[in-house]
Every structure is written in C-alpha cells, then in structure tokens.
C-alpha cells in the first residue's frame, strides 16, 4: 500500500527575478486515504461495447483498467463526467487521478465538484491541467478542507473526442 501522502501546492513568487515556482509540502499525519471499498461510480457514457471499460473500472484498485467514455455507439463530444457516490460524507481535502496506462490521449483539462446531496454542487477546482502522459497519480488539493459525500469530475478537453481515467482516489482529513 502506498505511502498516504498529502501534498499542498503553493505558488511562491521569487522577488529578485519575478519567476513563479511551485513549493511543494509533504504532510503525513494530517490526511487518511478515504475507503473505496463501499463507491459506487456512474459516468456521463461509458464503454461498454467495444470493450469492458465501464465507470466501476476507476475504483477497481488496478491502473491497468480504466473508464473510457463511449466510442462505439454514440461517441459524445467533451465534456464526459464521472460522479462518485462515496456513502459517506468526508472531510476532503485532495484528489488524485491516475491515468490511463497504455493511451496518452487524455482530457487535458477538467473542473472537479462537491455535493453532500447528488443534487447542488460546489466548484472545487476548475480548468485543473491533467497530463495523460503521467502514468503515477497526479495530486489536486483542494483549496479548503470540503465536506461532501459525492464528487464530480468533469472532463472540459483534450487531444481527442472522447476521454478514460485509470483510477481515482480521495484524501480526507483526520
């Protein structure tokens, strides 16, 4: 099992020379990995013609499945949304993505949300940079802690029509 690593971003601007640069902090006492065990998954579409690529795929544990949005019957444009369910409300303060091990082609940008209802969503993140060629997880801290019971990300582009995803992961404060 991987380290439960919690890492804040924080942009910091050298004086002498203006350059922007990203600070980054390590804190392990301060975030669990939440408990996948119980999720459920759903997806704006999913492939499940082609072959077995349905939404369930981002919580199976394994980085050589993945969800793919539906490319054989009807393949929709962007955006692609993906809504977890996950059965109890936690206090999050991160989310990490990991990307499909075998296809660079993934969304490029994406807005993440919050719900403790399903119904009304709070914007936690929008136009996120996700990087298809990045085949460990890639980490999006959440600007203040958020309790919320579901989470929606929402694919916004990329290189190609339709979008997949490996596996995501939530952290959540002690």
Known sequence: MKSNVYILLMA?????????????????????????STWTATASSEETVAEAAGAAMLLDGKIATYWHSDYSVT??????????????AIKLVSVEI???QNNTNAM????LEGSTD??????????????GATKTPQSYPVS??????????????GPVKNNFIA???AFAGK
């Open 118 to 131: 399903g119904n009304t969503w709070s914007l936690m993140g929008d136009n996120l940079v996700f990087t």
């Open 167 to 169: 596996e995501i992961e």
């Open 144 to 157: 203040s802690a958020v309790t919320v019971r579901y989470l929606r990300l929402t694919a916004l582009e």
């Open 98 to 100: 990991t990307a499909r």
């Open 12 to 36: 910091a601007v050298l004086g002498a020379c203006g350059k922007a640069e990203v600070v980054t902090f390590r804190d392990r006492s301060t975030v669990i990995k939440a408990d996948r």
């Open 75 to 88: 393949n929709p444009p962007y955006p692609h949304w993906i809504r977890i369910d996950m059965k109890t």
């Open 108 to 111: 490029t940008k994406f807005k």
